[in-house]
Nanobody, 128 residues
Framework: QVQLVESGGGLVQAGDSLRLSCAAS????????MGWFRQAPGKEREFVAA????????YYADSVKGRFATSTDKAKNTMYLQMDSLKPEDTAVYYC?????????????????????WGQGTQVTVSS
């Protein structure tokens, strides 16, 4: 069992930056694929970014590529999502998730159902 807790959301203006954190506890997150997803009101949950807990290749949705960056700090058992040049369309509840380590290699990292553990979410609101 892995528990995930997101933090760092808030209200910002377009063009600003935010860094989200995802703290993992319980069973070590080592060996998991970690993902970031977001869900705006009335929309389905969508993929944002994915990375292996041990680090390495990262994957991003086209809508955030070049603006967002995810990373892990194994010593702190925490994953981060650095969000720069934020846009109003980035407004959503952001979730972190953990799943089977083979998700990345299988190319299915963008499907929410592939992830077993989820955080409670943190709200990000970007005003224009």
């Amino acid at each position: 069992q892995v528990q995930l807790v997101e933090s760092g959301g808030g209200l910002v203006q377009a063009g600003d930056s935010l860094r989200l954190s995802c703290a993992a506890s319980g069973r070590t997150a080592s060996g998991y694929t970690m993902g970031w997803f977001r869900q705006a009101p009335g929309k389905e949950r969508e993929f944002v970014a994915a990375v292996s807990w041990s680090g390495g290749t990262t994957y991003y949705a086209d809508s955030v590529k070049g603006r967002f960056a995810t990373s892990t700090d194994k010593a702190k058992n925490t994953m981060y999502l650095q969000m720069d040049s934020l846009k109003p369309e980035d407004t959503a509840v952001y979730y972190c998730a953990a799943g089977w380590e083979g998700i990345l290699d299988s190319g299915t990292y963008y499907y929410p159902y592939k992830y077993r553990y989820w955080g409670q979410g943190t709200q990000v609101t970007v005003s224009s």
